[in-house]
């Protein structure tokens, strides 16, 4: 059998089976633009931390508009091995945890090197049962990612942390609240340290705390489930805690940035799209910087109307914690900044190696200087061709599908693989608005 058609079968709850290939190409043929109407499904940095966050409780847990990827597959594996039943409805789009007995406080190791979103278990066991370890996380590779941030908080709140043979072992009493600065911003540290306070005993303050909305998200679940949380979506998130939490019924909020990707998508090949179930202001610094680049954009209630009739203009972003444009859509941005004229720059201010992709980009034609690991100007407007290019990660993947649908002749995009970790069903959504792409 040939390489790019070798697969990994998981067996799930009710027989459902997910396939994922091991290597996978996606083919795009460019000159297509896209029109028509397609449904946003839910994210995936909302529906990761809400699974993790059942482990808070002895009562069953219920999640709606839970996308079907890779690295929610994981979290459920990954639930089932601490001891929690999880079924996972492929169908509905709903999981369904119960945490009564967890027989486990180490999440398999091998699953945590898949994915830094692991590590959002360390919290919620820290909090219940006093324990936990874990070896450190994996994931994409975007430069340096610590989870200093993560337990620097678990020592503040009274847990013990030590590294036993490159593993982290976390042992605590009750947990108490405190104050506690964070160094930055982190999406995950603030999720972690957020459930994990809880449970504590007091009151927790959290400082220089993240505002995604995807941490609003998993703050409204939370309190649903009983915590006494105030300051959601600010820097200062402050958490009484209480002797227990209880089940949840929630949905998982629109995915942002498979929105915004489509989006790109629409203003590079000049045509119309409207998307269905999308937050207005999660979209906002995407919005912005849309119709700063000579974009229409136009809302409905929950739909989003987005279309370039005439030429695109040079711009700039900086990838910032959000309110500002998000680190995730920085690549498929670039790939704009390449059919706009004049200069335009990104300053990738979140991770300090997520440039990489630019080396892929140039294999098809790109004007593209790297100041440094984390600046790039791109000049445009420049006609891409078809090439082989490799997806590094994520978002990589997706700027190298966008940069397809505009390259002249044929793009093969290997390593392909990793968008179905963050997007369910990209090619399948690209080509219902006219795109010329599927899987080889």
Known sequence: MPAAHRCRRRKGNGGTVAV??????????????????VAIGGAKNAALPA????????????LENVPLLEDVFVMAELLRALGAEVDLDTERHRVRIRAAEIHGYEPPPELVARMRASFLVTGPLL????RARSVPPGGCQLGTRPVDVDLRGFRKLGA?????????????????????????????????????????????TIINASAEPEIVNLGEILMDMGARISGLGTSRIVIQGVDRLRGYRASVLPDRL??????????????????DHVREPDMAPLTHKLREAGAEVWWSETSML???????????????????????LQAAFAVLMTQAHGRSRIFERVFNDRLRYTSELRKMGAA?????????????????????????????????????????????????????????DLVGKLAHLGADIHYA
Do not use: K, W
């Open 20 to 37: 994922i290939a091991a290597t996978e190409r996606i083919v795009t043929r460019g000159g297509r633009s896209l029109y028509g109407r």
């Open 51 to 62: 699974m993790a966050a059942a482990l808070l409780t002895e009562e069953e847990c219920v």
């Open 127 to 130: 909090a219940r049962f006093g």
């Open 160 to 204: 013990q942390v030590d590294i036993v043979d490159g593993t982290f072992v976390l042992t605590a009493g009750r947990l108490r609240g405190c104050d506690i600065y964070m160094d930055y911003p982190s999406h995950t540290g603030t999720e972690n340290l957020l459930m994990a306070a809880t449970l504590a005993q007091g009151r927790t």
């Open 258 to 275: 498979e929105a915004g990707t489509l989006a790109i998508a629409a203003a590079i090949t000049h045509g119309e799209v409207i998307l």
């Open 306 to 328: 987005v279309r370039a009739p005439g030429p695109l203009q040079a711009t700039e972003i900086q990838a910032l914690p959000f309110p500002g444009f998000p680190t995730d």
């Open 368 to 424: 593209i200087e790297l100041i440094d690991r984390q600046q790039a100007l791109i000049e445009g407007p420049t006609p891409l061709r078809g090439a082989e290019v490799r997806a590094l990660d994520i978002r990589s993947g997706a700027c190298l599908v966008l940069a397809g649908l505009v390259a002249e002749g044929e793009t093969v995009i290997i390593d392909a693989h990793h968008l179905r970790r963050g997007y369910e």
